[in-house]
C-alpha cells in the first residue's frame, strides 16, 4: 500500500527527494504550493504524512513552520539533513547563451546569485516552487527559460542540465522533518534526539536554569529558537532541539521541565539525521 505524502513544492523538489529517501517509489505525492496547504491536507486527513523544510544553513529557521506545528499539534517522527545542489536546467537542445530569463525560488536565486552575475542578460524571476517551474517549462516546452531545481526535476520532467552546482555556497544543506497528526509508537533504542517547548516566568535566569537542567542529565543542546506567544507582549516560547546517549536521562531532563516551566509540550522524539 502506497505512502500518501504532503510535500510542500512539486514533484522534483528536494521535498520530494526527502520522501523518497525515506519511503523509497512507493509513494504518492500531495503537492502543496504552501506549507498552511501541506498541514491543512494532514488535518484533513487527506495525507498521512507530511515532508517540512525546518532549517538551512545560510537561510536560518523556517520560524513559521515552528508554529504551524506547534498550533497543529502535529509529532515530528524523523528528521533527514539534505545536501542542497542547485542545477540549471532548461528544454532540450538550448544553450546557455540562449536563455533569457530563469524563474525560481527566491532562496533558490539568492543562493546562485554569485553565478549569475557572469550572466547579466539573463533576467531573475522570482516563482512560487523550483521543481514546479521545471515541471512548467516542460509541460508548456517554453524556450529561453530556465529552473533551478534539483537534477531529479531534470530526470522527471526530460529537462536538459545546462550547468551543474550553480550554487554560491557548496556546503549548503536543509534541516527536514517528517511530520503526522499522530504520536508514533518509537522503540525506545531507536529515539536520540527529541524537539520540545516550554514557556518560562519572566524573570532573570529562568531561561539558564533549564539550560542547566539539560546540561546536568548529559543532554545536547543543538538547537534553541525563541517565538513570541501571540497576544501575550514580551512573553516567549523557546523551541529547543536536544540529543542525548540514554533514553532514561532524557525522561528525567523531560520530567524536570515539566515541573520547571509554564507550560511544557513535545514536539517530537526520533533519530537523530544527523550521520
Same mark, same amino acid.
Given at each position: 500500500?502506497?505512502?500518501?505524502?504532503?510535500?510542500?513544492?512539486?514533484?522534483?523538489?528536494?521535498?520530494?527527494?526527502?520522501?523518497?529517501?525515506?519511503?523509497?517509489?512507493?509513494?504518492?505525492?500531495?503537492?502543496?504550493?504552501?506549507?498552511?496547504?501541506?498541514?491543512?491536507?494532514?488535518?484533513?486527513?487527506?495525507?498521512?504524512?507530511?515532508?517540512?523544510?525546518?532549517?538551512?544553513?545560510?537561510?536560518?529557521?523556517?520560524?513559521?513552520?515552528?508554529?504551524?506545528?506547534?498550533?497543529?499539534?502535529?509529532?515530528?517522527?524523523?528528521? !533527514?539533513?539534505?545536501?542542497?545542489?542547485?542545477?540549471?536546467?532548461?528544454?532540450?537542445?538550448?544553450?546557455?547563451?540562449?536563455?533569457?530569463?530563469?524563474?525560481?525560488?527566491?532562496?533558490?536565486?539568492?543562493?546562485?546569485?554569485?553565478?549569475?552575475?557572469?550572466?547579466?542578460?539573463?533576467?531573475?524571476?522570482?516563482?512560487?516552487?523550483?521543481?514546479?517551474?521545471?515541471?512548467?517549462?516542460?509541460?508548456?516546452?517554453?524556450?529561453?527559460?530556465?529552473?533551478?531545481?534539483?537534477?531529479?526535476?531534470?530526470?522527471?520532467?526530460?529537462?536538459?542540465?545546462?550547468?551543474?552546482?550553480?550554487?554560491?555556497?557548496?556546503?549548503?544543506?536543509?534541516?527536514?522533518?517528517?511530520?503526522?497528526?499522530? !504520536?508514533?509508537?518509537?522503540?525506545?533504542?531507536?529515539?536520540?534526539?527529541?524537539?520540545?517547548?516550554?514557556?518560562?516566568?519572566?524573570?532573570?535566569?529562568?531561561?539558564?536554569?533549564?539550560?542547566?537542567?539539560?546540561?546536568?542529565?548529559?543532554?545536547?543542546?543543538?538547537?534553541?529558537?525563541?517565538?513570541?506567544?501571540?497576544?501575550?507582549?514580551?512573553?516567549?516560547?523557546?523551541?529547543?532541539?536536544?540529543?542525548?546517549?540514554?533514553?532514561?536521562?532524557?525522561?528525567?531532563?523531560?520530567?524536570?521541565? !515539566?515541573?520547571?516551566?509554564?507550560?511544557?509540550?513535545?514536539?517530537?522524539?526520533?533519530?537523530?539525521?544527523?550521520?
Amino acid at each position: 500500500m502506497k505512502k500518501i505524502i504532503a510535500i510542500q513544492g512539486a514533484q522534483g523538489s528536494n521535498h520530494h527527494k526527502v520522501a523518497k529517501d525515506f519511503y523509497g517509489d512507493n509513494i504518492q505525492l500531495i503537492e502543496c504550493m504552501s506549507f498552511d496547504a501541506l498541514v491543512d491536507s494532514l488535518l484533513k486527513g487527506e495525507a498521512s504524512l507530511g515532508v517540512m523544510a525546518l532549517e538551512n544553513t545560510i537561510a536560518g529557521s523556517i520560524i513559521p513552520n515552528y508554529a504551524l506545528i506547534d498550533s497543529n499539534n502535529l509529532h515530528i517522527i524523523d528528521e !533527514e539533513y539534505l545536501n542542497i545542489h542547485h542545477h540549471l536546467m532548461a528544454l532540450k537542445g538550448q544553450d546557455i547563451s540562449d536563455i533569457k530569463e530563469v524563474w525560481s525560488h527566491p532562496m533558490a536565486l539568492l543562493q546562485c546569485k554569485e553565478f549569475f552575475k557572469n550572466h547579466p542578460q539573463i533576467k531573475l524571476v522570482e516563482d512560487v516552487d523550483t521543481a514546479e517551474v521545471a515541471k512548467r517549462i516542460a509541460k508548456e516546452n517554453l524556450k529561453g527559460i530556465a529552473a533551478i531545481a534539483p537534477k531529479i526535476a531534470a530526470d522527471i520532467f526530460g529537462l536538459q542540465v545546462l550547468e551543474d552546482e550553480i550554487q554560491t555556497i557548496k556546503q549548503n544543506s536543509t534541516r527536514f522533518v517528517i511530520v503526522q497528526t499522530t !504520536e508514533p509508537n518509537h522503540r525506545v533504542n531507536q529515539i536520540n534526539k527529541a524537539s520540545l517547548k516550554f514557556q518560562l516566568d519572566h524573570k532573570r535566569g529562568s531561561l539558564a536554569t533549564i539550560l542547566n537542567v539539560l546540561s546536568d542529565c548529559k543532554m545536547n543542546l543543538t538547537k534553541i529558537q525563541s517565538l513570541p506567544v501571540i497576544k501575550t507582549p514580551w512573553k516567549y516560547s523557546f523551541f529547543v532541539d536536544i540529543t542525548f546517549d540514554d533514553y532514561k536521562d532524557y525522561q528525567k531532563a523531560e520530567s524536570i521541565i !515539566e515541573i520547571m516551566a509554564e507550560e511544557f509540550k513535545i514536539l517530537g522524539t526520533y533519530k537523530s539525521g544527523r550521520k
